[in-house]
């Protein structure tokens, strides 16, 4: 599933290239996770003003409103001028003057949805909930510790939950409680003051590193100009189980939380 910095790294690959642009047309392929929430039509003429990004979502500004983009389980867009015939996983396509913008899913759990404004039921409903930027210098340890003493449930949970601070996904959630000495199953509510601070300088560091080196391409992930990510190369726990601590050479371990896989060494992480 694309993550904060595969999203990040998707806008930086095609955002100044389609700034500027007026949608000449729109295709509507089978359905996505939300509707669109207008008609389709409606959106030809309209110009691109920017793409930003918050949490997971792309937003492309419009003179007239904007789309929020999600990718998904398994989605990626792709901007250039092939505008050749939509493949099967094709779902939706936005024609600018400055190339086509085609967000390609396969499992269709994405979506791009039409919202007024930022302000807007459709935009909070969705943007509404979601927790602080990690990589804007709006992330505090002051508030993030307090987050962390509401929660009783594991730290590993409570990260990609979102509501504390957006964006940190599974791969890097497990790189963060690594860097930060701490085991993923860990209640957050009895993470002291210092540990917090080491876990929230080591989520900065590892999402800024992943986005310098393209995100992480596990399977089938691309930036809009088609490039892979790198990132996984130099995992420390995430998909090694069996491995050795590239540290002190413990076995990494992986256990199921919340449906999802977690890699930890037990010697360099504490409870």
Same mark, same amino acid.
């Given at each position: 599933?694309?993550?904060?910095?595969?999203?990040?790294?998707?806008?930086?690959?095609?955002?100044?290239?389609?700034?500027?642009?007026?949608?000449?047309?729109?295709?509507?392929?089978?359905?996505?996770?939300?509707?669109?929430?207008?008609?389709?039509?409606?959106?030809?003429?309209?110009?691109?003003?920017?793409?930003?990004?918050?949490?997971?979502?792309?937003?492309?500004?419009?003179?007239?409103?904007?789309?929020?983009?999600?990718?998904?389980?398994?989605?990626?867009?792709?901007?250039?001028?092939?505008?050749?015939?939509?493949?099967?996983?094709?779902?939706?396509?936005?024609?600018?003057?400055?190339?086509?913008?085609?967000?390609?899913?396969?499992?269709?759990?994405?979506?791009?949805?039409?919202?007024?404004?930022?302000? =807007?039921?459709?935009?909070?409903?969705?943007?509404?909930?979601?927790?602080?930027?990690?990589?804007?210098?709006?992330?505090?340890?002051?508030?993030?510790?307090?987050?962390?003493?509401?929660?009783?449930?594991?730290?590993?949970?409570?990260?990609?939950?979102?509501?504390?601070?957006?964006?940190?996904?599974?791969?890097?959630? =497990?790189?963060?409680?690594?860097?930060?000495?701490?085991?993923?199953?860990?209640?957050?509510?009895?993470?002291?003051?210092?540990?917090?601070?080491?876990?929230?300088?080591?989520?900065?560091?590892?999402?800024?590193?992943?986005?310098?080196?393209?995100? =992480?391409?596990?399977?089938?992930?691309?930036?809009?100009?088609?490039?892979?990510?790198?990132?996984?190369?130099?995992?420390?726990?995430?998909?090694?189980?069996?491995?050795?601590?590239?540290?002190?050479?413990?076995?990494?371990?992986?256990?199921?939380?919340?449906?999802? =896989?977690?890699?930890?060494?037990?010697?360099?992480?504490?409870?």
């Amino acid at each position: 599933m694309p993550e904060l910095p595969e999203v990040e790294v998707t806008r930086l690959s095609f955002a100044e290239r389609i700034a500027g642009a007026r949608v000449t047309g729109v295709r509507v392929g089978k359905p996505l996770r939300w509707p669109l929430g207008c008609e389709p039509r409606s959106l030809i003429g309209r110009h691109v003003l920017g793409v930003r990004r918050r949490g997971k979502y792309l937003l492309v500004d419009l003179d007239d409103g904007l789309l929020l983009w999600h990718l998904g389980m398994s989605g990626s867009l792709l901007f250039g001028n092939d505008r050749s015939a939509p493949q099967v996983h094709d779902h939706f396509d936005l024609d600018t003057t400055q190339g086509l913008l085609r967000l390609n899913d396969p499992r269709r759990f994405g979506a791009v949805v039409f919202a007024p404004s930022e302000q =807007s039921a459709e935009a909070v409903k969705l943007l509404g909930h979601l927790g602080v930027e990690p990589l804007n210098g709006g992330f505090e340890l002051e508030a993030f510790h307090q987050g962390l003493r509401k929660r009783k449930t594991a730290i590993k949970q409570v990260l990609l939950g979102g509501e504390l601070v957006v964006g940190v996904g599974n791969i890097y959630a =497990s790189e963060a409680l690594f860097m930060a000495g701490i085991r993923p199953t860990t209640r957050a509510d009895r993470i002291s003051r210092p540990r917090a601070e080491k876990l929230r300088l080591a989520v900065v560091d590892v999402l800024a590193r992943a986005v310098k080196k393209g995100g =992480s391409t596990l399977r089938d992930f691309s930036a809009a100009d088609g490039k892979n990510g790198y990132f996984q190369l130099e995992a420390h726990v995430y998909d090694r189980a069996g491995e050795p601590c590239r540290v002190c050479g413990t076995t990494i371990r992986r256990i199921q939380q919340g449906q999802r =896989s977690t890699y930890y060494c037990t010697t360099c992480q504490k409870p």
